[in-house]
């Protein structure tokens, strides 16, 4: 009796141990059934984060994709063995570019399965990928035309015409601000920035003036300035970053906009709520006319009209941008495979 019962201790330990307990036991009795097939007969994607994107890991419990972004037949987990049950399996570049992770190149890869890479830098801070040539069947960046696209930020129609008034922003005490903790001589950005505050005051704050600001103070900083140079430190297509979005925006601050052409601004950003450096012969011309549009409150305030038709939604959380592959699931290409991501990492980069 007591030999018996020592045996199937032993014998649940080790199927323990072969499903990945302590790690996965626990979640795999309790929250998986146990044919697992069963899901993808049900309609639902199963997408497994291979690693975490900067290693900062977040609850997968209950149904993530649902309960927070109401994103139906989504199952989001991060636990490897769950690989041959995974309809996506998701690489975030940066660990892959550094070594601490890797792809598992070894596991056979089950038939419809499909790899994806993910990644919101520029293309120049992706690193080399020619070694993935052949690997990959989606993107997801932030690049428009990345299967699966994930902005910093959108534009959202409102539902009902709002209000304006008190959205205009009163109360400014500079003309224009900048924020900069990574500056470069070498950067454009750097050059228009000389250029500019050599005819108009320019505040600087961050790390490289030595007045780094807490991330609690930074929107009401900006909101103290009639504009917010919204200067990016990568110019490459589609990348505008939470300096658009969030620190302008949500500043209440009118962007002054430096990277990608003045085309991917329009096709994303709200209509006349943004100035974009390109859009002036020179920075000269620039500069006047940020100094006579703070002087003329009417056309001043014209620059915040569009939050009567439009809202900023901001991304900052992976797991919504993962669950994202689940609403867009069905119109992926039957078939693609990335034969030089490094090529396509690199496209257009104006
Ligand atoms: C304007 O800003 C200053 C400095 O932050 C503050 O002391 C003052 O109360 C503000 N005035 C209004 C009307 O909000
Ligand atoms: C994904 O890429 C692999 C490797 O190139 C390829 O064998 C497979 O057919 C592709 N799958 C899909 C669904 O595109």
Redesign the pocket.
Known sequence: MKIRFVLSFLCVLTLGLLVGWPRGFHTLTSKIPANYSYWSRSGQVTILMWHWPFGKSSSLQGDVCWDLYRIPNCKLVDQRSLFPFADVVVFHNRELSQGTEKLPLHLP?PR????AWMTLESPAHNGDLYQYA????MTITHRRDADISIPYGERLPKKAEGHLAEDIPQNKSFLACWVVSNYRAHHRRTQVYKELSARIPVKVYGRWANTPLAISALLPTISRCYFYLAFENSIAKDYITEKLWRNAYQGGAVPVVLGPPLEDYKAVAPPNSFIHVDEFASVKDLAKYLQQLAEDKKRYSEYFTWKRQWKVKLYTDWKERVCKICSQYNSL?????YSDLQAWNKANNS
């Open positions: 890869r419809g399965q499909r790899w052949n690997i990959f069947n290409p039957q078939e693609k495979i």
